[in-house]
C-alpha cells in the first residue's frame, strides 16, 4: 500500500476526507478517495450514479456473510465560514481536536472504519465479506442515494446480512448509545386564505392570520402522546409563519405555515394526517394542507447485532450503550427493509454546528469499537 493509505490511521484519512468539499449533492473527490485508499486494500469498488448524486459500494471477500458499513460522504453547508475558527474543510489539527465540516458528521466513522478494518485483517484473516456503502445524498432528499444502492443491491443477488450505520449516535461520551430504530418525520404546509382589505374596516376583509393562529394553537396545545417503551413522545414544532406583509394597516390575504411532527410508533404518517385534519377542522375556517413524508417511524429488537456493538463498546471502553430511537431520520430507515442494521458512531456534540469538530481520543476509540465488533463478528 502507498503512504497515501494511512493504514490504520483514522485521523489521517479524516483530514484527508474533511478537505473534500463534498457539500450535497456534490461528490468533491471524497468519494475518488475513498475509492483509491478502499481499491489498495483489495476491495471491489463499484460507483453508482443516480441522476446527480454519485454512490459507492464496495467490497472486500465473495464468500459467507457479508457486513456492511453505511455511511454518508456528504455533509450539509458550512454556512457564514467568516463565523468559523478554522477553515470549515481545512481539517486542521488543534491540540487534541481535528476541525472541518463532517468531522462528526459522518466522515469520521468512514475514516473509523476504514482504519478498523486494516487493523483487524493484521490481526486475523478475512473468510467472509465485509462491505461499505457509501452514498452522497444523505443529507439531501435521500432520494438518490442508499435507497437506490439498495435497491441495485437486490436486483444484482447482493445480500448484506448486516449493517453498521456509522451515524454520530454518542449524545456526550464514546459508549452513549446505539440506535436500534427512529422516529418518522412529517411535515406539513398549511395555506388559509382570506381577503385582503384595510385594517380599519376589517368588517370589509377576512383575516386569514386569526383562524391560523387558532389553528397552531389546536396542533400544539396537547401532547401527542407521552411515548412509548422504546421511543420519546411524539413532537410537533411549527417551524415558520408566512404572511409576507410589508404594511401595518393592511390585512392579508393569504397566510402560511410549516409544521414538523417527529412522531412514534404509536402513528404512521397516514394516521398522523388524520389527527392533524380532525384539529384543523374544529376551527371552522376553510384551508389547505399538504404533506410530506421522509420515514415512518420503525424499531426493531436489538437483537444479536445491537448486542455485538454493545459488547464490543463495553470491552473497549467500560461503558454499556444504551438502546435508543431518539433524534433525527437516518438512512438506517431504507436498510432495515434489507437486513438487521443498528447505527453507532461518533460523539455528535458538534454535529451540523460552526466549528464542527472531533476528538482525537474519540476517533481512536471508535476506531477500536469497531476492530472489536469485526472480532466478534466473525469470530
Same mark, same amino acid.
Given at each position: 500500500?502507498?503512504?497515501?493509505?494511512?493504514?490504520?490511521?483514522?485521523?489521517?484519512?479524516?483530514?484527508?476526507?474533511?478537505?473534500?468539499?463534498?457539500? #450535497?449533492?456534490?461528490?468533491?473527490?471524497?468519494?475518488?478517495?475513498? &475509492?483509491?485508499?478502499?481499491?489498495?486494500?483489495?476491495?471491489?469498488?463499484?460507483?453508482?450514479?443516480?441522476?446527480?448524486?454519485?454512490?459507492?459500494?464496495?467490497?472486500?471477500?465473495?464468500?459467507?456473510?457479508?457486513?456492511?458499513?453505511?455511511?454518508?460522504?456528504?455533509?450539509?453547508?458550512?454556512?457564514?465560514?467568516?463565523?468559523?475558527?478554522?477553515?470549515?474543510?481545512?481539517?486542521?489539527?488543534?491540540?487534541?481536536?481535528?476541525?472541518?465540516?463532517?468531522?462528526?458528521?459522518?466522515?469520521?466513522?468512514?475514516?473509523?472504519?476504514?482504519?478498523?478494518?486494516?487493523?483487524?485483517?493484521? &490481526?486475523?484473516?478475512?473468510?467472509?465479506?465485509?462491505?461499505?456503502?457509501?452514498?452522497?445524498?444523505?443529507?439531501?432528499?435521500?432520494?438518490?442515494?442508499?435507497?437506490?444502492?439498495?435497491? =441495485?443491491?437486490?436486483?444484482?443477488?447482493?445480500?448484506?446480512?448486516?449493517?453498521?450505520?456509522?451515524?454520530?449516535?454518542?449524545?456526550?461520551?464514546?459508549?452513549?448509545?446505539?440506535?436500534?430504530?427512529?422516529?418518522?418525520?412529517?411535515?406539513?404546509?398549511?395555506?388559509?386564505?382570506?381577503?385582503?382589505?384595510?385594517?380599519?374596516?376589517?368588517?370589509?376583509?377576512?383575516?386569514?392570520?386569526?383562524?391560523?393562529?387558532?389553528?397552531?394553537?389546536?396542533? #400544539?396545545?396537547?401532547?401527542?402522546?407521552?411515548?412509548?417503551?422504546?421511543? &420519546?413522545?411524539?413532537?410537533?414544532?411549527?417551524?415558520?409563519?408566512?404572511?409576507?406583509?410589508?404594511?401595518?394597516?393592511?390585512?392579508?390575504?393569504?397566510?402560511?405555515?410549516?409544521?414538523?411532527?417527529?412522531?412514534?410508533?404509536?402513528?404512521?404518517?397516514?394516521?398522523?394526517?388524520? =389527527?392533524?385534519?380532525?384539529?384543523?377542522?374544529?376551527?371552522?375556517?376553510?384551508?389547505?394542507?399538504?404533506?410530506?413524508?421522509?420515514?415512518?417511524?420503525?424499531?426493531?429488537?436489538?437483537?444479536?447485532?445491537?448486542?455485538?456493538?454493545?459488547?464490543?463498546?463495553?470491552?473497549?471502553?467500560?461503558?454499556?450503550?444504551?438502546?435508543?430511537?431518539?433524534?433525527?431520520?437516518?438512512?438506517?430507515?431504507?436498510?432495515?427493509?434489507?437486513?438487521?442494521?443498528?447505527?453507532?458512531?461518533?460523539?455528535?456534540?458538534?454535529?451540523?454546528?460552526?466549528?464542527?469538530?472531533?476528538?482525537?481520543?474519540?476517533?481512536?476509540?471508535?476506531?477500536?469499537?469497531?476492530?472489536?465488533?469485526?472480532?466478534?463478528?466473525?469470530?
Amino acid at each position: 500500500m502507498t503512504n497515501r493509505s494511512h493504514v490504520g490511521d483514522p485521523v489521517k484519512m479524516l483530514q484527508e476526507l474533511i478537505q473534500c468539499p463534498s457539500v #450535497t449533492p456534490n461528490e468533491g473527490g471524497a468519494l475518488d478517495l475513498l &475509492q483509491s485508499w478502499l481499491e489498495e486494500r483489495g476491495f471491489v469498488c463499484t460507483r453508482l450514479p443516480f441522476a446527480e448524486v454519485d454512490n459507492l459500494y464496495a467490497r472486500l471477500g465473495t464468500s459467507g456473510q457479508n457486513f456492511c458499513f453505511a455511511g454518508h460522504t456528504d455533509v450539509v453547508p458550512t454556512g457564514d465560514e467568516t463565523l468559523w475558527s478554522h477553515p470549515p474543510f481545512s481539517g486542521h489539527i488543534i491540540g487534541e481536536e481535528i476541525w472541518g465540516r463532517g468531522a462528526t458528521d459522518m466522515k469520521g466513522g468512514i475514516a473509523c472504519f476504514i482504519a478498523a478494518v486494516d487493523r483487524y485483517l493484521q &490481526q486475523a484473516d478475512l473468510t467472509q465479506s465485509i462491505s461499505l456503502l457509501i452514498t452522497g445524498d444523505e443529507e439531501g432528499p435521500a432520494v438518490n442515494g442508499t435507497v437506490k444502492v439498495l435497491e =441495485w443491491l437486490d436486483q444484482q443477488g447482493e445480500k448484506l446480512d448486516h449493517c453498521v450505520v456509522g451515524e454520530p449516535t454518542n449524545p456526550e461520551t464514546m459508549g452513549d448509545m446505539i440506535k436500534v430504530g427512529r422516529r418518522g418525520s412529517l411535515t406539513g404546509y398549511l395555506t388559509v386564505n382570506g381577503k385582503q382589505g384595510h385594517a380599519a374596516y376589517p368588517h370589509r376583509a377576512d383575516n386569514p392570520i386569526h383562524p391560523l393562529i387558532e389553528m397552531l394553537h389546536g396542533l #400544539t396545545s396537547e401532547p401527542l402522546d407521552e411515548g412509548t417503551e422504546l421511543f &420519546q413522545a411524539s413532537s410537533l414544532q411549527v417551524v415558520t409563519c408566512d404572511v409576507g406583509n410589508p404594511a401595518n394597516n393592511v390585512i392579508p390575504a393569504q397566510a402560511k405555515a410549516t409544521f414538523n411532527v417527529r412522531f412514534n410508533d404509536i402513528y404512521t404518517a397516514a394516521s398522523l394526517e388524520s =389527527w392533524v385534519k380532525e384539529r384543523l377542522d374544529r376551527v371552522g375556517h376553510s384551508y389547505e394542507i399538504e404533506f410530506s413524508c421522509s420515514g415512518e417511524s420503525f424499531s426493531f429488537p436489538p437483537g444479536e447485532l445491537g448486542s455485538l456493538i454493545a459488547d464490543a463498546c463495553e470491552t473497549v471502553t467500560g461503558r454499556r450503550p444504551e438502546y435508543s430511537t431518539s433524534g433525527g431520520t437516518s438512512d438506517a430507515r431504507f436498510v432495515k427493509n434489507y437486513c438487521p442494521v443498528a447505527e453507532f458512531g461518533a460523539v455528535g456534540k458538534t454535529m451540523h454546528n460552526t466549528d464542527e469538530r472531533a476528538s482525537l481520543e474519540d476517533l481512536e476509540t471508535l476506531t477500536e469499537v469497531y476492530v472489536e465488533l469485526l472480532k466478534r463478528y466473525f469470530s
